[in-house]
Structures are given as structure tokens and as C-alpha cells.
């Protein structure tokens, strides 16, 4: 089984999706940590309830970037972590980790980039007016939202509706990402 963290910053839902894709044999991993920035994530919650471990590491207590993501790297390699998968995790990747895990970082983005990075990309496109927006499985960068292209997949906005089209979006991340990293895994 490949050895994965997930990183989140909020609710969780596709950590749970993930772990549960794990846990029925759709996914051939293990999450063996929650990483999260956020010390009230929801996530953590979800976490425990499964039974996997919760590393909370909020940035304001360390004195940069490198040393926060130094404080994350170590806990990756205690845990032997192959693979980093970011699920709603709302920071950017430094060059801590980027170059401890070249080209194994992993991203789940509510658009079809390249539009619409950054933070409420589905906010963003209603605002647009686009018609259809969706979800991207793409390879981490030192970009925001920027790095190579793994997985796509169009959603209908649904009656302009942030609320509905958030669902119909989740809906679909929650298996697209599962399938996405799948096909990754097994190359
Ligand atoms: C997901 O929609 C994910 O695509 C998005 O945050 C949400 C987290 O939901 N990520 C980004 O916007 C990254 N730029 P969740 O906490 O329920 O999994």
C-alpha cells in the first residue's frame, strides 16, 4: 500500500471520501496523517473517528515558512509518507516540501483550470456567469493552482446557485480524486 498524508485546512469531505476509498479496497493506500494549518479544521474531527492520526501545525508558531514546513517534513518522514495529497488545504506549497517530494504532491482544485485558481474558485465562476465549471486533479507546483494537468472533469452550474453547485461539485471530487489517484499509484 502506498503511504500518503492528506493536508486540509477545512471540512474534510474529501479526506473522508479518500479515507473511505482506502478503507473498501478502491484505493490501494493508507493515509497515515492528517495534516492540518487549521487547529479548528473539521477535519480533525473526521479524523479521529476513523482512527487516523491528526498533526495540527499552525504557522503563526514558527518564525518562516521554511521552518513550518520543516516541522510538517519531519512528521512525513517519521510516518514514512510517499505521497502528499492536499484536500483543501489553503496555503501554498514552499520549497521545503516541493523538493522533499518532487513531482508527489498532489492537488484537488473546484475549477477547470486554468480557470479560476486560487481561493472560491466556485464563487469566482458564478460570479463570472460561466455556464459550466468543474474539477481538476492536478500535480503541485510552486504556483497557486498551476502545476500539470492529471484529471478533469466538467459540473453544470447549477440555477447560479453557489449552495447547489458547491454540492454538485464535492459530488464529483469525491470520486474523481479517488480514481485520479488510483491510476497515479499504479503506474
Ligand atoms: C474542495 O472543494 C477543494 O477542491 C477545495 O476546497 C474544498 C475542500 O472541501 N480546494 C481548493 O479550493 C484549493 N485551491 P473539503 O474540506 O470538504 O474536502
Redesign the pocket.
Known amino acids: 500500500k502506498v503511504k500518503i498524508a492528506v493536508f486540509?485546512?477545512?471540512?474534510?469531505?474529501?479526506?473522508?471520501?479518500l479515507a473511505e476509498a482506502c478503507k473498501n479496497g478502491e484505493l490501494n493506500a493508507e493515509i497515515v496523517l492528517l495534516v492540518t494549518n487549521k487547529p479548528d479544521?473539521?477535519?480533525i474531527e473526521r479524523a479521529k473517528k476513523v482512527g487516523i492520526s491528526a498533526l495540527v501545525v499552525p504557522p503563526k508558531s514558527f518564525e518562516s515558512k521554511d521552518a513550518y514546513e520543516q516541522a510538517i517534513l519531519s512528521a512525513l518522514q517519521e510516518s514514512e509518507v510517499e505521497w502528499i495529497v492536499?484536500?483543501?488545504?489553503?496555503r501554498l506549497i514552499g520549497p521545503v516540501l516541493l523538493s522533499a517530494y518532487p513531482s508527489k504532491i498532489i492537488?484537488?482544485?473546484?475549477s477547470l483550470l486554468p480557470s479560476f485558481?486560487?481561493?472560491?474558485?466556485?464563487g469566482q465562476a458564478i460570479a463570472h456567469g460561466v455556464k459550466v465549471t468543474g474539477?481538476t486533479v492536478h500535480l503541485v507546483d510552486a504556483g497557486?493552482?498551476t502545476g500539470p494537468i492529471i484529471a478533469q472533469h466538467a459540473v453544470d452550474v447549477v440555477d447560479g446557485d453557489v449552495e447547489k453547485t458547491?454540492e454538485a461539485?464535492?459530488a464529483v471530487?469525491h470520486y474523481l480524486y479517488k480514481d485520479a489517484l488510483s491510476e497515479l499509484f499504479s503506474r
Open positions: 486540509a485546512s477545512g471540512s474534510g469531505s474529501n479526506f473522508s471520501a479544521a473539521y477535519a492536499l484536500a483543501g488545504y489553503m492537488n484537488i482544485h473546484p485558481p486560487g481561493k472560491d474558485a466556485i474539477v497557486m493552482d458547491t461539485i464535492h471530487e
